[in-house]
């Protein structure tokens, strides 16, 4: 091969590989940009999540206590309607009825 040829071969070559390993460079870059805003959105979801399984936590505690309340009015109704006035019952929160104390 010519040398005519040859020196303008491999400079073409030569500027394609850099130009090549440029992009690959630069896009490499980027993915590891996009990739530390997806870990750091990530994170700050799993946050979220998290508070949102707290409040869910109280929210079902909550519930639980009323279903509790509701158990002991209803108790306290039948014990009244049975003719057991005054009774000895207790409320499970240690509250006498009527006191209103929650």
């Known amino acids: ?13 030569l ?10 460079v630069t896009n490499g870059a980027k993915a590891v940009v996009l990739l530390a805003q997806l870990k750091e959105k990530v994170e700050i979801c799993l946050v979220g999540i998290e508070a949102l399984r707290m409040v869910d936590t109280e929210q079902i505690s909550r519930d639980r206590q009323l279903e509790q309340r509701l ?32």
């Not at 005519?4 to 073409?12: G, K, M, N, Q, T």
């Not at 500027?15 to 690959?24: D, F, L, Q």
């Open 1 to 13: 091969m010519p040398l005519e040829v040859a020196i303008p071969l491999f400079l073409s070559l």
């Open 15 to 24: 500027t394609a590989a850099i130009v090549a390993v440029r992009a690959v």
């Open 71 to 102: 158990d002991d009015i209803e108790r306290y109704l039948q014990l009244a309607s049975c003719g057991d006035w005054p009774h000895p019952f207790q409320m499970r929160n240690g509250t006498r009825p009527g006191t209103g104390h929650d």
